[in-house]
């Protein structure tokens, strides 16, 4: 299994930025991918997560901080997940991973087995 992320970059206090997970490889038919953000001298924290499922249906989960300005979608053709954001903060700025879930609580690192290799996000005010 293979994860790529990107579309970090940087942006002005209030901009958008929309990140993309692209993922390959033996998942089963129905999976969850989460986007976590590591700031430097933080732990990996959670973002948002979404579950891909042959029929469309699927559930998205967020964290209280990007709630209503941080939107998670996917497109099942591509077996990508986006992460649409909005109102960006300069509390925003991090590095920004997707991981494969595989079991446990979707906010918690433990539960990802696989994870792409991040894509920066710097926003200034």
């Known amino acids: 299994v293979q994860l790529q992320a990107s579309g970090g970059g940087s942006v002005q206090s209030g901009g958008s930025l929309r990140l993309s997970c692209t993922v390959s490889?033996?998942?089963?038919?129905?999976?969850?991918v989460g986007w976590f953000r590591q700031a430097p001298g933080n732990e990996r924290e959670f973002v948002a997560g979404i579950t891909f499922s042959p029929w469309g249906g699927g559930s998205t989960r967020y964290a209280d901080s990007v709630k209503d300005r941080f939107t998670i979608s996917r497109d099942n053709a591509k077996s990508t997940v986006y992460l649409q954001m909005n109102s960006l903060k300069s509390e925003d700025t991090a590095r920004y991973y997707c991981?494969?879930?595989?079991?446990?609580?979707?906010?918690?690192?433990?539960?990802?087995?696989?994870w792409g290799q991040g894509t920066l996000v710097t926003v200034s005010s």
């Open positions: 991981g494969l879930h595989s079991a446990g609580n979707i906010i918690s690192t433990s539960g990802y087995r696989y």
């Open positions: 490889g033996r998942t089963g038919s129905s999976y969850t």
